[in-house]
C-alpha cells in the first residue's frame, strides 16, 4: 500500500489513547495527510536524515511525534518500509478539528516519538469496520505547505470525511462498543519506492 493509499485507509480506524489511570478516550479518524520521501518537498525528510527526522526512516507502524512552532504536538503515523521517510499526519478526529488541538486533547506528546503503535505504547489503532464511502470523503492540498513549491504544495494528499453519519459501520452507526479488528500496520503500510 503506497503513502497516500494509507492516509485514505486510515479514515474510520479508531485512534486510542490509555491516559494514566487506565482509562481509554478512542476517537474515530476524520483528516490525514500524507508525507512521502525525501523527493516530497513538503516532508521533514527533504533534508535527508537528521536527530530529528530519524523516526520517519523507521518501519511502518511507529509513531512520529513532533514540536510544531513551539507549541503544537504533532501525532504522525510511519508507514514506509525501512528506510524510505514516509508519514500520515492526523489532522483530526471526533470532535477535535487540527492536529494540535487533537494531541492537547488526547495527552499525546513527544515521548511517544519512535513507540509502536500498539496498546503497550498506550496509544495504538483499531479497526473497528468502519466503512467511509467516496462521496463521504473529500481530498484536497495539504495545509501550511506553501514552502514546498506548487508542484509539492498542490497535491491532493488531505483526506477529510465531510459527513462522518453517511459511513457505514456493521451495526449502523450505533454508539455501542464493536470488537475491533486485526490490523497488521506495519506490513499493511509498507510501499514500493515508487513516487506515488
Keep these: 500500500m503506497g503513502t497516500v493509499e494509507c492516509a485514505r485507509w486510515l479514515l474510520g480506524k479508531k485512534l486510542i489513547r490509555r491516559n494514566v489511570d487506565g482509562s481509554l478516550d478512542g476517537r474515530i479518524i476524520t483528516e490525514v495527510e500524507a508525507y512521502d520521501g525525501e523527493q516530497d518537498l513538503a516532508c521533514h525528510a527533504r533534508a535527508g536524515r537528521t536527530e530529528r527526522t530519524a523516526t520517519l526512516y523507521e518501519p511502518g ?3 512520529y511525534v513532533y514540536l510544531c512552532y513551539g507549541i503544537h504536538e504533532m501525532l504522525n503515523l510511519v508507514v514506509g518500509p525501512p528506510d524510505w521517510p514516509a508519514a500520515v499526519l492526523i489532522r483530526g478526529v471526533e470532535g477535535l478539528h ?9 495527552k499525546i506528546g513527544r515521548e511517544l516519538n519512535r513507540t509502536v503503535a500498539e496498546p503497550a505504547s498506550g496509544l495504538w ?16 492540498p495539504r495545509i501550511g ?3 514546498a513549491g506548487t508542484i509539492w ?13 453517511g459511513c457505514v459501520r456493521p451495526d449502523g452507526l450505533s454508539d455501542e462498543p464493536m470488537p475491533p479488528r486485526k490490523t497488521n500496520l506495519v506490513s499493511g503500510a509498507t510501499r514500493s519506492r515508487r513516487s506515488v
Design 153 to 165: 504544495s498542490k497535491k491532493p494528499w488531505r483526506f477529510l470525511i465531510t459527513d462522518l453519519q
Design 98 to 106: 487540527g492536529p494540535g488541538r487533537v494531541t492537547r486533547a488526547m
Design 145 to 147: 505547505v506553501d514552502y
Design 61 to 63: 507502524g511507529v509513531w
Design 125 to 140: 489503532l483499531e479497526d473497528i469496520g468502519v466503512c467511509v464511502p467516496e462521496k463521504c470523503v473529500q481530498a484536497t
